[in-house]
């Protein structure tokens, strides 16, 4: 799979604290004018990330990633269509992970969904009020850009996930733009 960027990196970082590593899968749902994108809204943090999540022990991300549709945004009917690429990240631990720093590594898929039902989200989605949204791709960059500015967001070490989300919204928005172009 192709890189989408160089890692992502958390300013003022230790890097020589252990690492925890963890993987990721998320689909990249577009709508059939390409012009939105199906987003998962927190309405804890105020922000938009492409659904999915953990890839668990022994699954493979296409695997991890029907589970995770299934969960956060209630699909049904889920076709994996091509890689979009992966994207690195690294960050600072907190609260009793302090002592650590978090590799994650994030794989996307461009992903078609027929049929929805209802989400079956866990008790952290369910506190963070996540709820799928269909969102023009200029809109969730401007909005997610605006969120990292903002002085709470970076202090709690999420930073890099909007710098993440963002980075893929803005190549897949190339993309798009260079489709058009053909």
Known sequence: MKKISSPIIESN????????????????????????VLLVYSNAFDDYTFPGGGIQKMELPKKALYRELQEEVGARSIQILEDFGEIEEISKGINEYKKFIFYQKSFYFYVKITKYGVQKLDEKELSSGLEPVWVKIDDAIKH???????????????????????????????????????
Not at 17 to 27: D, E, G, I, Q, V
Not at 163 to 169: A, P, S
């Open 13 to 36: 970082i230790d890097l020589t604290l252990p690492r925890r590593k963890r993987y990721t899968s998320r689909a990249i749902i577009l709508d059939s004018s390409k012009t939105k």
């Open 144 to 182: 997610n850009k605006r969120k990292l500015e903002e002085y709470y967001i970076t202090n709690i070490g999420i930073g890099t996930i909007l710098k993440r989300e963002i980075t893929v919204l803005t190549k897949l928005k190339e993309f798009l733009e260079n489709e058009k172009k053909i």
